[in-house]
């Protein structure tokens, strides 16, 4: 019975590779001199920070541009709020999603009996959720429905079987 499993994955390296892309601009940019500014980089969230507030909210669109280039969708970002830190500077965690909560795994098992296609069904498997049906063209129709679905975290299609 053909099968594919539906993932939510972040590209550690993509990151990595965009934040030092982005530390490095920060460094060499114009109106980012003597702010400070720049990205540490954890397995679960980035810490943005800088002199002022206005100068974190340059870093994160610089950030989030380096990530596009990088073909790391933007959704897999959680930005906090903008903290005070020591003598007026600006601080901001911003975590990374990674991974299909129960509510999307709910929306996602929704969505695919809202299809009307009988011979689907889905069941939620940890952190990803596993749809299989008797035709490969359901499951591609699934696929595409997903990819038009505006959900909160971006989607993967992993282990197709046939």
Do not use: C, W
Not at 13 to 40: G, L, S
Request: proline fraction near 1%; glycine fraction near 4%.
């Amino acid at each position: 019975m053909p099968s594919f499993d539906v993932v939510s994955e972040i590209d550690l390296q993509e990151v990595r590779n965009a934040v030092d892309q982005a530390n490095r601009e920060a460094t060499t940019r114009f109106d980012f001199k003597n702010t400070n500014a720049k990205i540490e980089f954890t397995e679960k969230e980035l810490t943005l920070s800088a002199s002022t507030e206005d100068r974190l909210r340059a870093l994160y669109q610089l950030l989030e541009e380096k990530l596009v280039k990088r073909s790391v969708s933007l959704k897999t970002l959680d930005a906090g709020k903008i903290e005070e830190a020591s003598q007026g500077a600006a601080r901001q965690k911003v975590s990374l999603r990674a991974g299909i909560s129960q509510d999307v795994g709910k929306k996602i098992n929704k969505m695919v009996k809202d299809l009307g296609l009988k011979n689907l069904s889905s069941s939620i498997q940890g952190d990803q959720v596993r749809i299989t049906g008797k035709q490969r063209d359901d499951l591609q129709a699934a696929m595409a429905h997903f990819k038009e679905a505006d959900l909160d975290v971006p989607l993967q299609f992993t282990n197709f079987r046939d």
